[in-house]
């Protein structure tokens, strides 16, 4: 059965402290990985998409990277704007209309 | 620029009683999907249109059923509601499969 889990559940920064988060997943023929930002109240709003090892892919102070098994949502010098659940998300049941989202992880920045 | 609207934002139910969510794009993407969210759970897919004139099962379609009235419009139907239908509802579309996915700003449904 194909799995999306993300760490930590919950992660607590002071603005300016660098820290990155964790999307673990078991797919058979990965065709892509997805990360969405969701605020509070709001519906999911798209990041990244990667396709390969060894991708990266910036956006301000995020920058998301793949390997064969997980992939790291990193975040630079957060500010109290960045905080929100993020979600990642991929293709599963051999249909690349299914996604199958992790539970997302609340990032909360305080100033 | 609205994307994706979902209608209405906010409903009680009681147990029993039947209501449609409705969601519409302006984008001329040819997917759209109807997800649910409980906390603990994730977005779970219930039901999506690959293109105008299909539908298809996802994760959770027990208790629901869907229609893809055009090309724009894609509509949730819970027939007889029950409490574990109580979620957050959202409706996503994209121009195709594996593409990124646009929300709706979701419908809280809270079912007695």
């Known amino acids: 059965e194909d799995q999306v889990t993300q760490s930590p559940e919950a992660l607590r920064l002071q603005e300016g402290e660098s820290s990155s988060l964790n999307c673990s997943y078991t797919v058979s023929g990965l065709r892509g990985l997805f990360w969405y930002r969701q605020d509070p109240g709001k519906g999911p709003e798209f990041l990244f998409t990667?396709?390969?090892a060894g991708e990266e892919k910036e956006k301000e102070r995020l920058k998301a990277t793949l390997t064969k098994k997980e992939s790291f949502l990193h975040i630079t010098a957060p500010k109290p704007e960045d905080s929100a659940t993020y979600l990642c998300?991929?293709?599963?049941?051999?249909?690349?209309?299914?996604?199958?989202f992790g539970k997302g992880t609340l990032l909360t920045v305080n100033p | 620029n609205a994307g994706v609207t979902q209608t209405p934002k906010f409903q009680v139910l009681k147990t029993g009683q039947s209501m449609t969510l409705q969601c519409a794009q302006d984008m001329n993407h040819n997917s759209m999907y109807w997800y649910r969210q409980d906390p603990g759970m994730g977005l779970r897919l219930i039901y999506y249109?690959?293109?105008?004139?299909?539908?298809d099962k996802g994760e959770v379609p027990n208790g629901y059923n869907v229609s893809r009235l055009n090309k724009r419009e894609f509509s949730l139907r819970l027939e007889s509601a029950a409490p574990s239908q109580t979620s957050v509802y959202f409706c996503a579309s994209s121009d195709v499969g594996g593409a990124r996915l646009f929300f709706g700003e979701g419908s809280r449904l809270t079912v007695l």
């Open positions: 249109s690959a293109s105008e004139g299909t539908t």
């Open positions: 990667l396709y390969s």
């Open positions: 998300a991929v293709p599963s049941g051999g249909s690349n209309y299914k996604l199958t």
